[in-house]
């Protein structure tokens, strides 16, 4: 297992490096302990939107937003702009039935609150992807 | 109803308002059933296109509730879209089947929706409801069932209005049409009517046109009427006029025809009498006036002598010849008088007549007549009127060979000697009497005559047989033989010798006849005098 671990990983790496000379994409990672290897964007969509919190174990998750990266991250996810994910937000407010992930300011915040919380989900910009972070779905964003 | 119509056929207003009325009461009829009809099948779209823009607005709510399953933000979208009237029921269903959302409209009425319930609802409209974020995921389907009650009653409103609006203009149009109609129309008519009702037209009054109308229809058919009038005054008082001269020339005609001495008639073409004046009356009715109305009286029978027979009178031929003449004797015996009728054709089956009462001239005819064949010393035959006789008596001859007319030539002996002893006067009266003589023997057809000096001729009705031949010229002899007392009171005597010749036995000529006669009379007196001969033709020709 540790061997094939190693192999995704330079494999990963290796499109990442290959990707970022070509363009930015953004990766939505989680902690390397949690037993999700992969997240399709579906699920994706489903989490970060309020549907389901769940991951694919059935487990409870955790979206946060990134502030500096969240306008590229939507687009990337759901084609859509800022307001109109507040504005999505702001509809739900009321009925309580969904909530909007938690807002953190600073790259630092999310690797802190991912690297502490094995159900927390994260993303981050592909060509500077942190230590220990497992990579679920890389996001390519349109030129 | 019957009233009604009286009105309506009695007032130019009311019919041209009802005809009006009834044009576009028709037509608007048409056109508000053709509208309700557009407007039905338009409606449908329009309530589909309606719905269209209801999903429109709700979508992106509807995609976000059904997203995230949110049942409440579902409720907010299908309340809110039955809020508009004409949503009868909003659903929000599962791409599993299971409902989100159904919610039915219940503000409509119940009592209706039981009667009308399977035309309650039109049609259904779905929409697929697509996820906000996956364009190609569906997660929903919206369903929009449209109140069509609600949206037929907006209709039938509409209708209504319409319908009302068009009654009102209708009822407005009529009200306009019966005011302009009687203001320019009736109004002036029944002015005109009037004033023509009391216009007299005999003493050149016009009529006035109504205020306001000098120059259109009714302007000029007032000057149409004027002109008629004008026409109409101008002929009638040329007719007066010439009725009167037609008057004076009758009065003048009948002033003619009762005044005038000639018997004025008019006949028929059965020469019945139409008409007769006073003076044919006189003539030929003994003064009874004529009656028309009477049995009808035919010329022919109130002739007695002389007048045309009724078919002469009345042919075809006849009646288209011209004037025709005519004497004839009406009446008798001393009564009798003689007219001379004057007939012509006045038109077909009617004829003409004048009669002249030419009776005095006929007389003093008549006795000139006789005078110039009348021996003036003795009042019997002259020559002349021997002559006249004989040719007669020819003419009946040829007619009758049959018949036996007798001349008897009577030569006296020793005349000569009575007038040389006693003057001619005695002559003469010896004359006279021998005239008397031979009046009193002749009979009523018989025709004594002088010829001249002593010779004397006894022409005898044609039907007197040979044996009275011979009595007669007895009589004659012995009456001749009986002395003869003059004036002075002397007596004379005188001897006849006879010749007798008979037409028809002796001769067929009385030129013959003549000769014949006195041929028997030389013989007479030859053989003795005092005799008579008849004339015998075993001696025919002595001398």
Same mark, same amino acid.
């Given at each position: 297992m540790p061997r094939f671990t190693r192999l995704a990983r330079a494999t990963t790496m290796a499109l990442l490096l290959?990707?970022?000379?070509?363009?930015?994409?953004?990766?939505?990672?989680?902690?390397?302990?949690?037993?999700?290897?992969?997240?399709?964007?579906?699920?994706?969509?489903?989490?970060?939107?309020?549907?389901?919190?769940?991951?694919?174990?059935?487990?409870?998750?955790?979206?946060?937003?990134?502030?500096?990266?969240?306008?590229?991250?939507?687009?990337?996810?759901?084609?859509?702009?800022?307001?109109?994910?507040?504005?999505y937000w702001a509809r739900l407010v009321f009925s309580g039935r969904a909530s909007p992930p938690q807002q953190t300011e600073t790259l630092d915040d999310v690797v802190d609150i991912v690297t502490h919380n094995a159900n927390a989900l994260g993303y981050v910009d592909a060509g500077l992807l942190p230590p220990h972070l497992r990579v679920l779905l890389t996001l390519s964003e349109s030129p | 109803m019957i009233q009604l119509l009286g009105l309506l056929r009695s007032r130019l207003a009311l019919r041209a308002a009802a005809s009006i009325l009834a044009i576009v009461g028709v037509l608007g009829i048409v056109f508000l059933v053709a509208a309700v009809h557009l407007r039905a099948a338009s409606e449908k779209d329009i309530?589909?296109?309606?719905?269209?823009?209801?999903?429109?607005?709700?979508?992106?709510?509807?995609?976000?509730?059904?997203?995230?399953?949110?049942?409440?933000?579902?409720?907010?979208?299908?309340?809110?879209?039955?809020?508009?009237?004409?949503?009868?029921?909003?659903?929000?269903?599962?791409?599993?089947?299971?409902?989100?959302?159904?919610?039915?409209?219940?503000n409509t009425n119940t009592n209706t929706n039981t009667n009308t319930n399977e035309h309650s609802s039109g049609v259904a409209l779905t929409r697929t409801i697509k996820s906000p974020f996956e364009t190609d995921k569906t997660v929903c389907e919206l369903t929009l069932v449209p109140d069509q009650e609600w949206i037929d009653s907006m209709v039938n409103e509409a209708t209504r209005f319409l319908s009302v609006a068009l009654i009102l203009q209708l009822l407005g149009i009529g009200l306009s049409v019966i005011l302009v109609v009687f203001y320019f129309v009736t109004r002036p008519i029944s002015d005109i009517s009037q004033k023509l009702h009391a216009l007299e037209a005999e003493t050149g009054q016009k009529l006035p046109a109504p205020s306001g109308h000098g120059r259109d229809e009714i302007g000029k058919l007032v000057i149409s009427v004027n002109a008629m009038i004008d026409r109409l005054v101008s002929s009638l008082s040329e007719e007066r006029r010439q009725r009167l001269a037609r008057d004076i020339e009758q009065r003048r005609y009948r002033t003619l025809f009762d005044n005038v001495e000639a018997g004025i008639f008019e006949l028929d073409d059965q020469g019945h009498l139409l008409s007769a004046n006073p003076a044919f009356c006189r003539l030929f009715l003994g003064g009874k006036p004529f009656d028309r109305e009477g049995p009808p009286i035919a010329l022919t029978t109130l002739i007695h002598d002389g007048g045309p027979t009724m078919q002469e009178l009345t042919t075809r031929r006849a009646r288209r010849d011209g004037t025709r003449q005519w004497e004839m004797a009406v009446g008798e015996g001393d009564q009798q008088r003689w007219v001379n009728v004057m007939v012509s054709r006045l038109e077909e089956g009617r004829l003409q007549g004048v009669a002249h009462d030419i009776t005095e001239r006929r007389h003093a005819a008549e006795a000139a007549e006789r005078l110039a064949v009348t021996d003036p010393l003795t009042g019997i035959g002259n020559r002349l009127g021997f002559e006249r006789r004989l040719e007669l008596i020819q003419r009946h001859y040829r007619l009758?060979?049959?018949?036996?007319?007798?001349?008897?030539?009577?030569?006296?002996?020793?005349?000569?000697? #009575?007038?040389?002893? %006693?003057?001619?006067? @005695?002559?003469?009266?010896?004359? /006279?009497?021998?005239?008397? +003589?031979?009046?009193? #023997?002749?009979?009523? %057809?018989?025709?004594? @005559?002088?010829?001249?000096?002593? /010779?004397?001729?006894?022409? +005898?009705?044609?039907?007197?047989?040979?044996?009275?031949?011979?009595?007669?010229?007895?009589?004659?002899?012995?009456?001749?033989?009986?002395?003869?007392?003059l004036d002075s009171g002397q007596q004379v005597s005188l001897g006849v010798s006879i010749g007798i010749a008979v037409l028809g036995s002796d001769a067929s000529e009385v030129t013959t006849l003549v000769q014949l006669a006195d041929l028997a009379m030389y013989r007479a007196k030859r053989e003795g005098r005092n005799t008579w001969r008849f004339h015998d033709r075993h001696h025919p020709f002595e001398t």
């Open positions: 290959i990707s970022t000379t070509a363009r930015a994409d953004i990766a939505i990672v989680i902690n390397e302990a949690s037993p999700v290897r992969q997240l399709s964007h579906s699920e994706a969509v489903n989490i970060f939107m309020g549907r389901y919190r769940r991951l694919p174990d059935n487990s409870v998750a955790l979206p946060i937003d990134q502030a500096p990266l969240k306008a590229r991250f939507y687009r990337a996810l759901v084609q859509k702009d800022m307001a109109e994910i507040n504005s | 309530q589909q296109m309606r719905l269209e823009g209801l999903i429109s607005t709700v979508e992106r709510t509807a995609q976000i509730a059904c997203f995230l399953g949110d049942s409440q933000l579902a409720d907010e979208v299908t309340q809110g879209l039955l809020s508009n009237r004409i949503v009868k029921e909003a659903r929000l269903v599962r791409r599993d089947g299971s409902a989100l959302a159904d919610h039915t409209n219940t009758h060979p049959d018949s036996r007319h007798a001349l008897m030539m009577l030569d006296f002996d020793h005349f000569k000697q #009575i007038n040389d002893r %006693h003057g001619h006067h @005695a002559g003469d009266q010896v004359l /006279e009497q021998i005239a008397g +003589l031979m009046r009193d #023997i002749s009979r009523q %057809h018989d025709y004594p @005559a002088r010829l001249g000096g002593d /010779e004397f001729v006894l022409l +005898l009705d044609h039907r007197t047989p040979r044996d009275d031949l011979d009595g007669m010229a007895q009589r004659l002899t012995d009456s001749i033989n009986a002395p003869l007392v």
